[in-house]
């Protein structure tokens, strides 16, 4: 982890589990000043280790599906001047990235319902309709894992627990328009000031802090975030699939806890349609990529059929919330 020392790393570790916690607090935490606090931020997001600040949203809650697509094209990505742009413009897109392998592109949309996705996804193949060669979808409805930093960067450090939001969801939620302008703003930047979300949606700052605690209280915000390029400390990113040939419920439970409590994974979904597990993990090498993928076929591959990994090269994308839901 070139220039990046402990101080850093309990930083990020605090900024991944509530990116609003304040230099004040954060200050005693990593027990520096806060105007150490301040500096060290600022070298994090120059080095490209924090890309950016983002609200983890429950998209399930509020009505949403998510679906990964996995494209491949006739051309090469960063040649062409259509493919990435295209995705890069596209509303209810929430995450994509380039990828080196069987497959070019991974793109997750955010949809209300199917119906919403084949409209969605008709329209990339119509834009695109001579420049694709294949594509496979997965319904990623089961979340197994989601957090942006591996456990690797902190499991020596001493640190302090940090305690999520408390929850009181009595019933499906129905978000207002200052609810939809607050998520998109927060999945944008979590660590806006009160001052600021009141100025941009025109609402008074009590509004504000009412509408938050809200959106928190129903289970909608999971978490405040610090978005991290793990390959800026050093680490490969991959993108693997399983595919299951099994439907030995105890056994896919066992593999299921297996994932989401892997420090590796920093997200992971099951599809029941295609049966398939799909993660992004960040590692050292190959060798402990090959040493992930041999442990877990080792203890599950009676319910194994195949494996497949892909690098994964440049993240182009990441957010929780759509642009297509404030429209």
Not at 181 to 200: H, R
Not at 225 to 238: E, F, M, P, R, V
């Amino acid at each position: 982890m070139n220039e990046i020392d402990k101080k850093d790393r309990k930083l990020l570790y605090y900024l991944n589990k509530n990116a609003r916690l304040s230099d004040s607090q954060l200050s005693k935490m990593v027990e520096v000043s806060k105007n150490t606090v301040k500096y060290r931020k600022q070298r994090l997001i120059k080095l490209g280790v924090i890309r950016n600040f983002s609200t983890i949203i429950n998209l399930g809650a509020i009505g949403y599906s998510t679906m990964v697509v996995l494209f491949r094209f006739k051309e090469e990505l960063y040649s062409d001047k259509e493919i990435l742009p295209f995705f890069k413009d596209n509303k209810n897109i929430i995450w994509s990235m380039t990828l080196s392998g069987g497959y070019d592109l991974l793109v997750e949309f955010a949809v209300k319902g199917i119906d919403n996705f084949q409209v969605v996804i008709q329209e990339c193949l119509y834009a695109l309709t001579d420049k694709i060669i294949e594509y496979k979808t997965f319904f990623s409805g089961e979340i197994l894992r989601t957090t942006p930093l591996i456990k690797e960067v902190y499991v020596d450090l001493d640190l302090q627990d940090i305690l999520g939001f408390k929850r009181n969801i009595t019933s499906k939620p129905s978000l207002s328009n200052t609810q939809k302008l607050l998520l998109n703003l927060m999945s944008k930047d979590s660590t806006m000031s009160i001052v600021d979300l009141s100025e941009s949606v025109k609402k008074s700052i009590p509004i504000v802090r009412g509408e938050l605690k809200r959106l928190q209280d129903e289970g909608i915000v999971l978490r405040y975030t610090a978005l991290i390029d793990t390959a800026k400390l050093g680490y490969s990113k991959y993108l693997c699939k399983i595919e299951l040939n099994s439907t030995n419920q105890e056994e896919l439970g066992e593999l299921k806890k297996r994932i989401t409590n892997n420090g590796s994974i920093t997200y992971a979904f099951m599809d029941m349609f295609s049966f398939s597990i799909i993660f992004l993990c960040s590692v050292r090498s190959t060798e402990a990529l090959d040493r992930l993928l041999r442990d877990i076929k080792k203890e599950f591959g009676g319910l194994i059929k195949d494996q497949e990994q892909y690098i994964v090269k440049e993240q182009l994308k990441q957010t929780y919330f759509p642009d297509s839901a404030i429209e």
